[in-house]
């Protein structure tokens, strides 16, 4: 029977990823911990494994060596401090989308809606809404997504975190906005154009759904567009909608919720220096 250290040592060394060895042996302690109950403690003080699954960890070396997100293969991924189940149905959380969420959270501090009602278009996982639910007491909170698969990904998390959020199967391009009388919408839609391909990374562009990522390249700002034409009806008014963005089009951006009636129309930056959120206020 091998014991944790030595499957540790084993494991790191099959990986043939181009990565950092710190971020895969930090890989393979939470893929060991998730998928086997092998924690970094027993990994440290050598512990043996009764019923050691070998094929299992085998077809997971496999999985990692051909660029699949761990966050996949483990089905989970951490939002604002709070697991999310993951499936290839839905993009994975990343942690510049928190700044949306902290966005919405100063928004409100300074103004004074008591349990807002929300909306979030394009929602996958659905960690936006549930954590905005969680951490604002938020009592009506949509997420609208166009995959069906997505949907049930998000309802998953709602028992997960036993929440309410009223997760609805709607395309935000042809369908109008589940209700409209929302004080906040938020989105992190897609907004990668087919010329950034090219400087993706094959986790990304192999695994993720191309549907929650890309836009075609004549037309990148579709998504916006959209939403601020249909949230200028569905807002009350001193509403805010606060949408993650590709860092090259901030300005097109703000322009598009400017010439739609938006004032307040403001950029926020990344921890690592990228225009990443528009905030605006009708
Ligand atoms: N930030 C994501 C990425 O770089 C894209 C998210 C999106 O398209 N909304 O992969």
């Known amino acids: 029977m091998p014991n944790s250290k030595e499957v540790f040592s084993w494991t790191v060394d099959q990986i043939t ?3 950092h060895p710190e971020e895969i042996r930090s890989i ?3 893929m060991l911990e998730k998928k086997f109950n092998i924690t970094k403690s027993n990994i440290i003080a050598a512990r043996d494994i009764p019923d050691f699954n070998q094929g299992e960890l ?3 070396v496999k999985r990692i060596n051909k660029g699949e997100p761990i ?3 483990i089905g989970t991924q951490e939002f604002y ?3 999310f189940n993951v499936d290839p149905s839905v993009l994975i959380p990343r942690p510049e989308t928190e700044l949306l969420i902290s966005t919405v959270i100063d928004h409100l501090n300074m103004s004074r ?3 807002p009602k929300i909306l979030d278009i394009g929602t996958g996982s659905g960690c936006i809404p549930i954590t905005l639910q969680l951490v604002l007491d938020a009592k009506d909170v949509t997420g609208i997504d166009i995959s069906e698969k997505a949907i049930a990904t998000a309802r998953s998390n709602n028992q997960l975190h036993n929440t309410q959020v009223n997760f609805q199967l709607a395309d935000v391009l042809n369908d109008p906005f589940p209700d409209n009388h929302y004080d906040i919408i938020v989105s992190n839609p897609p907004y990668v154009t087919e010329r ?4 993706m990374k094959i986790n990304v562009l192999n695994f993720e759904p191309h549907n929650a990522l890309f836009v075609p390249d004549n037309d990148p700002l579709l998504f916006y567009k959209v939403i601020a034409e249909k949230s200028k009806i ?3 008014y001193g509403g805010i909608v606060v949408v993650e963005i590709n860092q090259l089009y901030a300005n097109d951006i703000e322009l598009i919720f400017m010439t739609n009636s938006f004032r307040f129309v403001q950029t926020i930056k990344d921890l690592s220096g990228k225009d990443r959120i528009v905030k605006a206020i009708l």
């Open 17 to 19: 990823l181009d990565e």
């Open 28 to 30: 393979i302690y939470l």
């Open 58 to 60: 085998h077809s997971i």
């Open 71 to 73: 966050q996949y293969i």
């Open 81 to 83: 401090g709070r697991s």
């Open 113 to 115: 809606i008591d349990s």
């Open 196 to 199: 950034e391909k090219s400087g």
């Open 234 to 236: 569905c807002l009350n």
